[in-house]
């Protein structure tokens, strides 16, 4: 029995590398289909087809991007509306899930209940409701409006990863703390606080990119220029009768720049955070 499983072992070592290869690859096939066809020059895009690798390359798609079209004001915003939505919703969500794991208070599960419900509507349901309140507020075209509604809608999910955390530390920690003569804000800030560092990451992570990736209210909330964040942004390589594909593409590698530091950054936290207090609780 010991020699047929020794016999096996390779077999089952090379299935399983054969398939992780199987799945990297189809996972970054997109990405890298992006990338050839950012650097393709426009007279090749169509006339090569499916070619995996072009004849010749330009960067001159990415030059274009940048110094004639309105892309970077496109990035900024979208950084001002990721990172403000990111900040804003973790900061509550870090808030709501300490208080819904440490105390009991009347109504608690109903309000659970509520923001549960709140995560089953589809959005088109609800774009309209929204776009006459921004409206009634004055704050059409305006990045307060994106940060506003994106930190209301992540809010529910992001309260509830961050109570999954919180569950995970034990009390005794803080009472041992508040024992010793910290108060219960200097036992959060000292203890509690850097155990959930991983949850902040993973928080952070997952509202940022939510964010930056969001297409359908910056759509519906924006419609100056000057205001638009990225995702709106490349609509405009899209003419009555063609499509830029080789500007698109540069500016969708462009964007890709923002996400891939921000997780590199917080990847440490990120990693601790999906494989320990995110599946508890």
Known sequence: MTATVSRRS???TIGKYAALAFYLGFALFPLYWLLKIAVT???LIFSEG???VPSAFTFGNFMTVVFQTDFLAYFWNSLIVSFGTAFFTTLIAAGAGYA????SFAGKRLIIAVMLITQMFPLLMIIAPIYKIVAGLGLLNSLTSLIIVYTAFNIPFATFLMQSFFDAIPKDLEEAAMMDGCSRFQALRKVVFPLTLPG???TLGFVFTAAWS???FALMLISKNDAMTFPVGLLTFVSKFSVDWGQMMAAGVLALIPSCLFFLFIQRYLV????SG???G
Not at 272 to 275: C, D, I, K, P, R
């Open 41 to 43: 020059p426009d007279t």
């Open 50 to 52: 499916t070619r995996l």
């Open 278 to 280: 995110a599946v508890k």
């Open 200 to 202: 902040l990451g993973a």
């Open 100 to 103: 819904f794991s440490r105390f």
């Open 214 to 216: 969001e297409l359908l």
């Open 272 to 275: 601790q955070g999906l494989t």
């Open 10 to 12: 390779p077999v089952l």
